[in-house]
């Protein structure tokens, strides 16, 4: 961000201070949105899913349901989006009341179509592959490719066979979101400004628990 985006950036946050309590909501039933993706990162077994008890005592922290794993994603994204925007706020000295009143009036929604792992193969010299099922190879807590071809009987990929390993669908590695407000300051924030807030919020997650994930991850904002 150029210094004088980021320094309109600040005043804006200022100005919610004089809004935040009250005056600045938008009138009942209004809510502004922007809609965002997040792309370009590797699968984190947290965000696949399993169904197989067994799979799940294999994987540590594979998710045990659809559901479960939307969840996450959920609670990571608006997590970091939430996290940007109160460390903006205390930059600009914010007091904590109001940093909490303008999170109250933000909203973060996000679709995402978690993969299911019916089995699983850790490395792709490992064992647990089965024909007709949907075989995760998972290196370092991290689903690498899917194994359409499987040895008999030792049960490995086959990986002999030309496209023996496919990749992951490009479904499972997007995340479509849409951030809501009720606060008619930030229903004003033009698109640049929050693209900064999404550029920032994707900094947070190179520094959580999905660090090598999400370092190559790009967010982009909407035109709405």
Not at 91 to 119: F, H
Request: glycine fraction near 6%; include cysteine.
């Amino acid at each position: 961000m150029t210094r004088l985006s980021y320094d309109t950036f600040m005043i804006a946050m200022l100005a919610i201070i004089s809004t935040a309590f009250g005056c600045g909501v938008m009138p009942a039933g209004q809510i502004s949105t922007r809609s965002f993706t997040v792309s370009g990162f590797t699968l984190p077994v947290a965000m696949a899913y399993s169904t197989d008890v067994v799979v799940r005592n294999q994987v540590s922290g594979i998710a045990e349901s659809q559901e479960r794993a939307r969840a996450i994603v959920e609670r990571l994204v608006s997590q970091t989006v939430f996290d940007t925007l109160e460390r903006q706020g205390r930059n600009a000295l914010l007091p904590d009341d109001a940093i909490s009143a303008i999170l109250g009036q933000l909203t973060v929604r996000t679709t995402y179509e978690p993969l299911l792992c019916e089995k699983v193969l850790l490395g792709l010299t490992g064992k647990g592959a089965e024909m007709n099922k949907k075989n995760c190879i998972i290196v370092d807590s991290t689903v690498t490719g899917l194994c359409t071809e499987v040895k008999n009987p030792d049960m490995t990929c086959d990986t002999a066979k030309a496209n023996a390993v496919a990749p992951i669908h490009i479904n499972h590695t997007s995340i479509s979101g849409t951030l809501m407000t009720t606060n008619f300051i930030m229903a004003n924030w033009s698109r640049a400004m929050w693209q900064e807030v999404v550029k920032r919020a994707i900094r947070i997650l190179v520094f959580g628990p999905f660090r090598n994930n999400f370092f190559s991850a790009t967010a982009t904002v909407g035109e709405n």
